[in-house]
């Protein structure tokens, strides 16, 4: 019998009341006004940067921003997938990014080389790529998904065509029990979302009985079957709203909950725990800080570049899927 972890589980409690603006956010903010900017976060960005976003959200909602966005600069506080994705749709603007360093280990197993090569050796596949890759993988695709609209993507491609639905074998999976729609699945896995087991979750649902567990897609098969519902990190909002549950249990990024907190401060939200501890934090998603915000705006940099023919390449599968989106 597994022996039950030794820590606490992180409880967010209802109610907590938001701190004032320290200084380097009024910095940041007086900054972004004389550099003509735009601060794009994702919702497993910290807190103190959530709070300073003009628009926080998921990768679907967060391209669209960066497609319609006026300003001259585009802050994106993401990772180095997604501020490609910004400048792949805007490319006249500036495009920065907090920490260069910022990458993904989901991106990271699909180079576009070896996506390249097995297209080579398997020509009549139709490349469904998730948003988590590189904008050279985005390139070599013919249309893009996010967790939230995968079904409704997978959906409308032809149905004489097989799929090759990279990099994410786990959301990939899920979208094939979806749909009914077979297809082949790169071997890719997001670290820090298979992290979560199902075992943790259920002393965790025994602890805090009635508590609904929402998981991501990004999750394994065993996670996500014993969850109550499995959905994109905007979806989880409105079911958070929704349900009538005084206590969820949230198996995604940890940086989630603070934006949980801020929409439906009456509920209390329960950190997902892994084997080895009581919340789950993406080390990529937390290297953008305060600080590096500031310093990207004092600087300019570091900025985003892409070489055009592989940025127009790219944006015809984006394109695609805010097409089919709508």
């Known amino acids: 019998m597994a022996t039950a972890p030794s820590y606490k589980p992180l409880v967010f409690e209802p109610g907590a009341a938001e701190e004032p603006l320290?200084?380097?956010?009024?910095?940041?903010?007086?900054?972004?006004?004389?550099?003509?900017?735009?601060?794009?976060?994702?919702?497993?960005?910290?807190?103190?940067?959530?709070?300073?976003?003009?628009?926080?959200?998921?990768?679907?909602?967060?391209?669209?921003?960066?497609?319609e966005a006026t300003a001259d600069v585009i802050l994106y506080c993401g990772v180095h997938f997604m501020a490609e994705t910004a400048k792949?749709?805007?490319?006249?603007?500036?495009?920065?990014?907090?920490?260069?360093?910022?990458?993904?280990?989901?991106?990271?197993?699909?180079?576009?080389?070896?996506?390249?090569?097995?297209?080579?050796?398997?020509?009549?596949?139709?490349?469904?790529?998730y948003i988590n890759c590189s904008a050279a993988v985005k390139a070599e695709s013919d249309v893009i998904c996010t967790s939230g609209n995968a079904h409704k993507i997978v959906a409308k491609v032809p149905e004489d065509r097989e799929i090759l639905f990279v990099p994410d074998q786990n959301l990939g999976q899920w979208v094939m029990r979806q749909s009914g729609r077979k297809m082949r699945l790169w071997p890719g896995s997001c670290y820090a979302h298979v992290l979560f087991t199902a075992q943790t979750l259920?002393?965790?649902?025994?602890?805090?009985?009635?508590?609904?567990?929402?998981?991501?897609?990004?999750?394994?098969?065993?996670?996500?079957?014993?969850?109550?519902?499995?959905?994109?990190?905007?979806?989880?909002?409105?079911?958070?709203?929704?349900?009538?549950?005084?206590?969820?249990?949230?198996?995604?990024?940890?940086?989630?909950?603070?934006?949980?907190?801020?929409?439906?401060?009456?509920?209390?939200?329960?950190?997902?725990?892994?084997?080895?501890?009581?919340?789950?934090?993406c080390r990529y998603m937390k290297m953008n800080t305060l600080e590096k915000m500031r310093d990207a705006l004092l600087n300019m940099s570091p900025a985003i570049e892409l070489p055009e023919d592989i940025r127009s390449r790219a944006e015809l599968p984006i394109r695609r899927m805010l097409d089919w989106s709508r």
């Open 202 to 281: 259920t002393r965790l649902r025994d602890e805090f009985p009635g508590a609904p567990v929402v998981a991501h897609p990004e999750c394994t098969q065993t996670v996500r079957d014993m969850a109550d519902i499995v959905c994109s990190t905007e979806r989880m909002v409105s079911f958070c709203k929704e349900t009538s549950a005084e206590s969820i249990i949230i198996a995604t990024e940890t940086g989630m909950i603070h934006r949980l907190q801020r929409e439906i401060p009456s509920k209390r939200f329960i950190a997902g725990p892994t084997a080895n501890c009581a919340c789950n934090e």
């Open 88 to 129: 792949i749709v805007n490319p006249s603007k500036t495009v920065l990014l907090p920490d260069m360093d910022a990458g993904c280990s989901l991106s990271d197993s699909c180079p576009a080389d070896k996506l390249r090569a097995y297209k080579e050796k398997n020509p009549n596949l139709y490349v469904v790529a």
């Open 22 to 67: 320290n200084a380097l956010q009024l910095e940041i903010l007086e900054l972004k006004k004389r550099r003509n900017a735009v601060i794009l976060a994702h919702n497993y960005q910290s807190g103190d940067i959530q709070r300073i976003a003009d628009h926080l959200g998921d990768s679907l909602g967060l391209a669209y921003n960066a497609a």
